[in-house]
Protein backbone atom coordinates (compact mmCIF):
# COMPACT_ATOMS: atom_id res chain seq x y z
CA UNK A 1 0.00 0.00 0.00
CA UNK A 2 0.78 3.68 0.07
CA UNK A 3 3.12 5.17 2.32
CA UNK A 4 3.85 8.69 4.26
CA UNK A 5 4.07 11.29 1.39
CA UNK A 6 5.26 14.78 1.63
CA UNK A 7 4.65 17.87 -0.24
CA UNK A 8 6.51 19.62 -1.87
CA UNK A 9 9.71 17.69 -2.16
CA UNK A 10 11.85 20.55 -2.10
CA UNK A 11 11.23 24.79 -0.79
CA UNK A 12 12.80 27.25 -1.37
CA UNK A 13 11.82 30.48 0.13
CA UNK A 14 13.27 34.00 1.08
CA UNK A 15 13.70 35.09 4.73
CA UNK A 16 10.61 36.32 6.59
CA UNK A 17 8.20 34.36 4.12
CA UNK A 18 5.40 32.27 5.55
CA UNK A 19 5.98 28.17 4.04
CA UNK A 20 3.54 25.14 4.42
CA UNK A 21 4.16 21.59 4.56
CA UNK A 22 2.18 19.04 3.70
CA UNK A 23 1.84 15.52 5.16
CA UNK A 24 -0.35 12.55 3.89
CA UNK A 25 -0.15 9.81 6.67
CA UNK A 26 -0.88 5.78 5.79
CA UNK A 27 -4.31 5.60 5.50
CA UNK A 28 -5.83 4.29 9.05
CA UNK A 29 -2.85 5.48 11.38
CA UNK A 30 -4.17 7.44 14.13
CA UNK A 31 -1.06 9.46 15.29
CA UNK A 32 1.60 11.75 13.21
CA UNK A 33 4.72 13.05 14.00
CA UNK A 34 6.62 16.13 12.59
CA UNK A 35 10.45 15.46 13.10
CA UNK A 36 13.33 18.20 11.85
CA UNK A 37 16.70 17.35 10.72
CA UNK A 38 19.16 19.32 10.17
CA UNK A 39 23.20 19.22 10.14
CA UNK A 40 23.58 21.01 13.33
CA UNK A 41 20.91 19.47 15.43
CA UNK A 42 20.29 16.31 14.13
CA UNK A 43 16.58 14.47 14.05
CA UNK A 44 14.59 16.03 16.45
CA UNK A 45 10.46 15.76 17.54
CA UNK A 46 8.66 18.67 16.85
CA UNK A 47 4.94 17.77 17.31
CA UNK A 48 2.48 14.77 17.75
CA UNK A 49 -0.69 13.98 16.60
CA UNK A 50 -3.47 11.35 17.80
CA UNK A 51 -6.44 11.89 15.83
CA UNK A 52 -6.67 15.66 15.27
CA UNK A 53 -5.32 16.40 18.63
CA UNK A 54 -1.79 17.53 19.71
CA UNK A 55 -1.03 16.19 22.95
CA UNK A 56 2.41 16.82 22.77
CA UNK A 57 3.87 20.26 20.85
CA UNK A 58 7.34 20.21 23.31
CA UNK A 59 9.84 19.77 20.40
CA UNK A 60 8.22 23.28 18.62
CA UNK A 61 11.06 25.42 18.27
CA UNK A 62 8.97 29.06 18.52
CA UNK A 63 6.15 30.21 18.08
CA UNK A 64 6.41 31.07 14.62
CA UNK A 65 5.79 27.09 14.02
CA UNK A 66 2.04 25.40 14.15
CA UNK A 67 0.62 22.85 12.93
CA UNK A 68 -3.00 21.21 12.39
CA UNK A 69 -4.18 17.92 11.20
CA UNK A 70 -7.64 17.97 10.09
CA UNK A 71 -10.21 14.50 9.19
CA UNK A 72 -7.65 11.97 11.36
CA UNK A 73 -5.34 12.25 8.38
CA UNK A 74 -3.68 14.79 5.99
CA UNK A 75 -1.08 17.24 8.09
CA UNK A 76 0.11 20.66 7.70
CA UNK A 77 3.03 22.28 9.46
CA UNK A 78 3.21 25.98 8.84
CA UNK A 79 6.14 28.37 9.61
CA UNK A 80 5.78 32.11 9.64
CA UNK A 81 8.43 34.43 8.72
CA UNK A 82 11.07 31.96 8.18
CA UNK A 83 14.41 32.16 9.21
CA UNK A 84 17.60 30.50 7.94
CA UNK A 85 17.94 28.67 11.08
CA UNK A 86 14.70 27.29 9.86
CA UNK A 87 16.32 25.34 6.71
CA UNK A 88 16.80 21.79 7.54
CA UNK A 89 14.36 18.74 6.03
CA UNK A 90 11.21 18.16 7.75
CA UNK A 91 10.01 14.48 8.15
CA UNK A 92 6.65 13.34 8.66
CA UNK A 93 5.95 9.89 9.95
CA UNK A 94 2.92 7.66 11.14
CA UNK A 95 2.03 5.07 13.00
CA UNK A 96 -1.29 2.82 13.84
CA UNK A 97 -1.77 3.55 17.49
CA UNK A 98 0.80 5.78 18.89
CA UNK A 99 1.79 3.22 21.35
CA UNK A 100 5.47 3.94 22.49
CA UNK A 101 6.52 0.51 20.73
CA UNK A 102 4.67 1.18 17.33
CA UNK A 103 7.08 1.03 14.46
CA UNK A 104 6.74 4.86 12.98
CA UNK A 105 6.59 4.91 8.83
CA UNK A 106 8.54 8.06 7.80
CA UNK A 107 8.13 10.11 4.39
CA UNK A 108 10.91 10.97 2.20
CA UNK A 109 10.96 14.44 3.63
CA UNK A 110 10.74 18.07 2.98
CA UNK A 111 13.86 19.74 2.32
CA UNK A 112 13.43 23.82 3.11
CA UNK A 113 15.86 26.29 2.27
CA UNK A 114 15.54 29.85 3.51
CA UNK A 115 17.50 32.23 1.53
CA UNK B 1 17.27 13.07 31.29
CA UNK B 2 16.87 10.34 28.99
CA UNK B 3 19.38 10.38 25.98
CA UNK B 4 20.71 8.41 23.40
CA UNK B 5 24.46 8.46 22.50
CA UNK B 6 25.93 6.71 19.40
CA UNK B 7 29.58 6.46 19.20
CA UNK B 8 31.30 7.10 15.85
CA UNK B 9 29.91 9.54 13.63
CA UNK B 10 31.84 7.79 10.69
CA UNK B 11 32.49 4.29 10.54
CA UNK B 12 34.51 2.66 7.53
CA UNK B 13 34.64 -1.60 7.05
CA UNK B 14 35.51 -3.51 4.50
CA UNK B 15 33.06 -5.54 2.42
CA UNK B 16 32.75 -8.86 4.12
CA UNK B 17 34.09 -7.49 7.14
CA UNK B 18 31.76 -7.63 10.40
CA UNK B 19 30.08 -4.40 11.20
CA UNK B 20 29.50 -3.35 14.54
CA UNK B 21 27.92 0.27 15.11
CA UNK B 22 27.26 1.42 19.20
CA UNK B 23 24.18 2.72 20.81
CA UNK B 24 23.96 3.37 24.43
CA UNK B 25 21.25 5.25 26.21
CA UNK B 26 20.20 6.59 29.53
CA UNK B 27 16.75 6.33 31.18
CA UNK B 28 15.59 5.38 34.79
CA UNK B 29 12.37 3.93 32.91
CA UNK B 30 11.84 0.72 30.47
CA UNK B 31 13.12 1.77 27.42
CA UNK B 32 11.40 1.02 23.69
CA UNK B 33 15.18 1.02 21.23
CA UNK B 34 14.89 0.81 17.57
CA UNK B 35 17.21 1.03 14.95
CA UNK B 36 16.37 2.95 11.60
CA UNK B 37 18.81 3.70 8.41
CA UNK B 38 18.49 6.39 5.90
CA UNK B 39 19.59 5.97 2.18
CA UNK B 40 20.80 8.73 0.54
CA UNK B 41 18.18 11.58 -0.38
CA UNK B 42 15.48 8.72 1.11
CA UNK B 43 13.47 8.49 4.50
CA UNK B 44 13.67 6.65 7.82
CA UNK B 45 13.41 3.06 7.12
CA UNK B 46 13.15 0.65 10.18
CA UNK B 47 15.73 -2.45 10.68
CA UNK B 48 14.50 -3.55 13.73
CA UNK B 49 13.68 -2.96 17.47
CA UNK B 50 13.25 -4.42 20.70
CA UNK B 51 10.00 -3.68 23.13
CA UNK B 52 9.92 -6.73 25.13
CA UNK B 53 11.06 -10.59 25.14
CA UNK B 54 13.83 -12.20 23.79
CA UNK B 55 16.65 -9.28 24.40
CA UNK B 56 18.32 -10.19 20.71
CA UNK B 57 16.41 -9.16 18.33
CA UNK B 58 16.62 -10.12 14.13
CA UNK B 59 16.09 -6.94 11.68
CA UNK B 60 15.76 -6.73 7.76
CA UNK B 61 18.83 -6.81 5.66
CA UNK B 62 20.72 -9.65 8.02
CA UNK B 63 21.31 -7.22 10.76
CA UNK B 64 20.50 -7.76 14.64
CA UNK B 65 20.85 -6.27 17.74
CA UNK B 66 21.56 -7.18 21.50
CA UNK B 67 19.56 -5.29 24.64
CA UNK B 68 21.69 -5.48 27.15
CA UNK B 69 20.04 -3.60 30.51
CA UNK B 70 23.04 -4.57 32.49
CA UNK B 71 24.92 -1.97 30.01
CA UNK B 72 22.30 0.43 28.17
CA UNK B 73 23.30 -0.80 25.01
CA UNK B 74 21.87 -1.76 21.82
CA UNK B 75 24.63 -1.95 19.87
CA UNK B 76 23.77 -3.14 16.04
CA UNK B 77 25.90 -5.74 14.41
CA UNK B 78 25.74 -7.60 10.97
CA UNK B 79 27.97 -10.49 10.05
CA UNK B 80 29.11 -9.75 6.80
CA UNK B 81 28.97 -6.24 5.01
CA UNK B 82 27.46 -5.81 2.03
CA UNK B 83 28.63 -2.11 -0.57
CA UNK B 84 24.41 -1.73 -0.43
CA UNK B 85 25.07 -1.20 3.63
CA UNK B 86 26.45 2.01 3.10
CA UNK B 87 23.95 4.32 4.95
CA UNK B 88 23.47 6.56 8.05
CA UNK B 89 21.62 4.56 10.92
CA UNK B 90 20.34 5.90 13.76
CA UNK B 91 19.63 4.66 16.93
CA UNK B 92 16.42 5.66 18.41
CA UNK B 93 14.31 5.05 21.99
CA UNK B 94 11.00 6.19 23.27
CA UNK B 95 10.41 5.75 26.84
CA UNK B 96 7.61 3.83 29.50
CA UNK B 97 5.51 7.16 30.68
CA UNK B 98 7.61 9.60 28.19
CA UNK B 99 5.14 9.54 25.39
CA UNK B 100 5.86 7.49 22.36
CA UNK B 101 8.05 10.57 20.32
CA UNK B 102 11.58 9.10 19.14
CA UNK B 103 14.57 10.57 20.37
CA UNK B 104 17.62 10.04 18.01
CA UNK B 105 20.63 9.45 18.28
CA UNK B 106 23.04 11.64 16.33
CA UNK B 107 23.56 8.70 13.64
CA UNK B 108 26.25 6.99 12.28
CA UNK B 109 27.63 7.04 8.45
CA UNK B 110 28.47 3.94 7.28
CA UNK B 111 30.86 3.26 4.68
CA UNK B 112 31.93 0.07 3.04
CA UNK B 113 35.06 -0.10 0.76
CA UNK B 114 36.06 -2.89 -1.33
Known amino acids: GAGVSQSPSNKVTEKGKDVELRCDPI?????LYWYRQSLGQGLEFLIY????????KSGLPSDRFSAERTGGSVSTLTIQRTQQEDSAVYLC?????????????FGPGTRLTVL | AQSVTQLGSHVSVSEGALVLLRCNYS??????LFWYVQYPNQGLQLLLK??????LVKGINGFEAEFKKSETSFHLTKPSAHMSDAAEYFC????????????FGTGTQLKVEL
Open chain 1, 93 to 105: ASSPSGDGWDEQF
Open chain 1, 27 to 31: SGHTA
Open chain 1, 49 to 56: FQGNSAPD
Open chain 2, 27 to 32: SSVPPY
Open chain 2, 50 to 55: YTTGAT
Open chain 2, 92 to 103: AVTFTGGGNKLT
